[in-house]
């Protein structure tokens, strides 16, 4: 029988659009640096490329900065502003901001100041939304964009961080979204791309799967897509909650993303369910991808009031389109056998 893939906030299978992009782009030959035909026809596809993804993320007439990812856009954003976030953030935006604010059992994040804040819209493990304030200094846009409607001119943050592998796009390629004429420093220096604000040969290739792969996650928003999936996530959320478990599903009671669910399985520790239905032919994980490999009890729990045994036997289940409710109902089934079996241990 084959896999089942439910893991698609770590990252997105490769849109097919993506790809097409990709291999059409490898034979642009210029460097879009250069000022002869062919480095002229290579910034035309950057550019073209650059006014997709603003205009499916909502940003015209914004700047869009182009890097490796939303890791590197956190630090171009944050890197020596002296911002505040809370625990739930993920790691990227953590190493430049100081965990201060509070968040209380629903997940939601107490901001009081702003412009000197970095707030997600939606977090990964949880799949959580936040109501971003006015004023917002910074926010990671990376897993709300491409499954909820974003404006980012309509968001009221200054600077908003997206990768394309969480869309459907290439690895390595994200952005950096800025309010017009805002002054950022540049973290990578050695050339004048990219308005100068970060140096290097863009990644062209990238860049354009990253622009066909925001433009059809817009279609699928219009096209209702996401609902569908949302419906086949509470498929399995219910699925899960009839097997008799005292199971926990964290953040039922407020907005999340229509594709993830997190549950609580007590007495079975997070990373060994992954191992488990990773032989079963499941792809899951315990947390966001950058920190899954590391056995600990998950920050964003931990912050949310969970206790640390609690929060170290939390698996993320994360769809998307074409993922079946034939698929996920097989899960549960392989799941709560599992978890049969390890409770008729600890008995």
């Known amino acids: ?54 205009a499916a993320l909502g940003a015209e007439g914004a700047d869009l900065v182009f890097t490796s990812g939303a890791t590197e856009a956190a630090a171009l954003a944050c890197a020596g502003r002296g911002l505040v976030c809370a625990e739930v953030e993920h790691d990227a935006v953590l190493a430049w901001c100081a965990a201060d604010l509070a968040v209380d059992g629903r997940g939601w994040v107490t901001v009081s100041d702003p412009a000197r804040t970095a707030l997600q819209l939606a977090n990964s493990e949880t799949g959580i939304v936040q109501d971003l304030p006015e004023g917002l200094a910074v926010s990671d846009l990376t897993q709300g964009f491409g499954k909820l409607p974003i404006a980012f001119n309509w968001l009221g943050c200054q600077m908003g961080l997206v990768s394309a592998h969480k869309l459907g796009g290439p690895k390595g390629i994200g952005a950096l979204v800025l309010r017009r004429g805002l002054d950022i420093a540049a973290q990578m220096r050695g050339g004048g791309q990219e308005m100068g604000r970060r140096a290097g040969t863009e990644n062209l290739i990238g860049i354009a799967g990253f622009a066909a792969a925001a433009e ?8 209702g897509v996401w609902e569908e999936v949302a419906e086949v996530r509470n498929i399995l959320d219910s699925a899960l909650s009839t097997l008799g478990f005292e199971t926990i599903s964290v953040g039922i009671d407020v907005a999340r993303l229509p594709n993830t669910l997190c549950v609580i399985a ?15 032919g499941f792809a899951i994980s315990a947390g966001s991808a950058c920190s899954s490999g590391k056995v600990k009890a998950s920050r964003t729990l931990k912050a949310m009031g969970y206790d640390e045994a609690l929060a170290g036997q939390a698996i993320r289940l994360s769809i998307g389109p074409g993922v079946t409710r034939e698929a996920v109902l097989r899960f549960a089934e392989a799941w709560g056998r599992d978890y049969a079996r390890i409770r008729s241990r600890n008995v």
Do not use: C, F
């Open 266 to 280: 007590p007495g079975w520790k997070g990373e060994t369910q992954v191992m488990a239905m990773d032989l079963a």
């Open 1 to 54: 029988m084959s896999r089942v893939y439910l893991d698609w906030n770590a990252t997105a299978p490769l849109r097919p659009e993506a790809r097409a992009a990709m291999i059409a782009a490898m034979d642009v030959v210029g460097n879009p640096s250069s000022v002869h035909a062919e480095g002229r026809a290579a910034k035309a596809l950057r550019e073209k490329a650059r006014g997709q993804i603003a």
């Open 216 to 223: 059809a996650a817009v279609r699928d928003l219009a096209n």
